[in-house]
């Protein structure tokens, strides 16, 4: 499902689909039993995602699962937005760098009772 200015959007066809990440902090939504195994490189959550090849970087992955969509977030890790994605039944390859994982419901901040559950983007 893709909300656009709050309202749900059926698309058919992902791949005609380019979606650029322009801000930090975007809920990628949850990604589960994604076919292929996920790569976590130096590119971390940047660059340009090529679904038809999924192995190439993580972003590339997450397209592939979403039916082919290109992902678009900067040109590589040192220019990417904050991207908060949650990976169940599914396994990385490849890790050649720290990936942040976040429990959270230790984490969350002071005078906060339960943390926001957002609606996923990609199911």
Do not use: C, H
Not at 98 to 120: A, F, L, Q, R, S
């Amino acid at each position: 499902m893709l909300l656009i200015n709050g309202k749900q959007q059926n698309i058919k066809e992902w791949k005609n689909i380019t979606a650029n990440i322009l801000s930090d902090n975007v809920v990628m939504g949850i990604v589960n039993q994604a076919t292929d195994e996920i790569v976590w490189n130096n590119d971390k959550a940047g660059g340009t995602g090529a679904p038809t090849t999924p192995s190439t970087n993580f972003l590339s992955g997450i397209g592939a699962y979403a039916g082919n969509m290109k992902i678009v977030n900067g040109t590589g890790a040192a220019n990417a937005f904050k991207l908060d994605t949650t990976l169940i039944n599914g396994a990385f390859k490849k890790i050649s760098e720290n990936v942040n994982i976040e429990d959270i419901e230790t984490t969350k901040p002071t005078g906060v009772t339960t943390p926001k559950k957002m609606m996923p983007l990609i199911t």
